[in-house]
């Protein structure tokens, strides 16, 4: 994984159903910091700190 790349999240918690689901977002990979990928998701979330392990590259 590395800058520019598109990613999405393998799963996300959904606590109207307590069960995991997926996402069909995709992102656009900033940077690192700290050992989290910063990923922008839209205008609504442009700059999120993510695990590197619940990312997918596509």
């Known amino acids: 994984m590395k800058v520019g790349d598109t990613v999405k999240l393998n799963?996300?918690?959904d606590p109207a159903s307590l069960s995991?689901?997926?996402w069909d977002r995709?992102?656009?990979?900033l940077g690192?910091?700290?050992?989290?990928?910063?990923?922008f998701?839209?205008?609504d979330f442009p700059c999120e700190d993510e695990?590197?392990?619940?990312?997918?590259?596509?």
């Open 32 to 39: 690192f910091n700290c050992g989290l990928v910063q990923v």
């Open 20 to 22: 995991m689901v997926d």
């Open 26 to 29: 995709l992102g656009l990979v």
């Open 51 to 58: 695990y590197p392990e619940q990312l997918v590259v596509v």
């Open 41 to 43: 998701w839209g205008e």
């Open 11 to 13: 799963q996300v918690f």
